[in-house]
C-alpha cells in the first residue's frame, strides 16, 4: 500500500504538469476560433501564430458565414493577454496593437461577472481604413467607402448583464476624407460621431456633424435598452447637387435637396 504512494503522486504531477503546458503554451489558434464564434464569423483571425498568451494573426472581416465579401486588416493583428486581478476579482489584461492603425497598443481589461461580464477600453487613439467596412456585407459592400476611420476615447466601459448591455463613458468616430464608389465627387466629405453615455450607462447619445465636404451629415440619436434611435437629415451643398443625387437617393428619404436619415 506504501508503495502505491508514490506512483500516484508521480501521476498527479505527471497530469498537472501536462495541465500547466496545455495552459501556458495553448496555441494562437484556439483564441482564433473562440473570436470567430464569438463574433459568428465577422471577425476572424486567420494564419495566428505564438499562443493564446503572446500572439499575432491576420485580421479579416467578412459578411458572416456564406458571404463572399472579406477585407483584411494590413499588417495583421498582434496581442497579449495576462491574468490580473481589478478589485479583488479575477480578470484578463489585453495589449492590442495593429501596426498599421495603433500608434500606441490597445489596453482593454476583461472581467467576468455572475450573468455577464465587462470590458473596460483605456484611453486611446487610432486611425483604421475605412475600406475594411466593405468586408461586413450589406450595406457597406454597396457602398465601398474609403478614407481613414479615427477612433478615440478618455476611456469607456461596456458591460454585459443578464443579456442586456450598457455603456459608460465617451467615444468619437471621425471619418475623415470620405468616398464612395456610388459617387464622382471625391472626397465627400469629413464626419464626427460622438457617443455619450450617462452616469448609469442606461442611456447613450449619438450626436453626427459635418466637419466639412460637400456632403453634409447631421443627426441626433439616443441607445436605449439595446435599441437605437436616429434621425438626421443628409443634404448637398449647392454646387453639389448634381453630383450627388443618386447617393442622396440611396441614403433616405428624400425631401428636395435633402435626405431623411432615420433607424429605428
Known sequence: MNGAWPT????????????????????????ANGVTSATQGQLQLVNARGTV?????????TGGEGSRT???????????LAPRLVSG??????????????PEPMAITLIPRLGGAEMRVASSD?????????????????????GRLALRTPGMTLRWDQGRTSLQ???????IDIASRLSALRPLGS???????????NITTLDLQTLGGALKLQGMGQWVGGRLRFEGVAEAAPEAEA??????????????????????
Open 70 to 80: 472579406q477585407t483584411a486588416l494590413p499588417r495583421g493583428l498582434q496581442w497579449q
Open 191 to 201: 464626419y464626427r460621431m460622438t457617443m455619450r453615455a450617462n452616469a448609469e450607462g
Open 53 to 61: 498568451w503572446n500572439g499575432q494573426a491576420d485580421m479579416v472581416f
Open 243 to 264: 453630383a450627388l443625387g443618386n447617393l442622396l437617393n440611396i441614403m433616405g428619404r428624400r425631401q428636395g435637396p435633402r435626405s431623411l436619415l432615420s433607424i429605428g
Open 8 to 31: 500516484r503522486l508521480a501521476w498527479i504531477g505527471g497530469l498537472l504538469g501536462l495541465l500547466a503546458a496545455l495552459l501556458f503554451f495553448a496555441p494562437a489558434r484556439w483564441l
Open 169 to 175: 463613458g465617451e467615444a468619437a468616430i471621425e471619418a
Open 89 to 102: 476579482s479575477p480578470a484578463m489584461a489585453l495589449r492590442l496593437t495593429a501596426p498599421c492603425c495603433t
Open 126 to 146: 487610432s486611425q483604421w481604413p475605412a475600406e475594411l467596412l466593405s468586408g461586413l456585407g450589406t450595406p457597406w459592400n454597396t457602398l465601398r467607402v474609403e
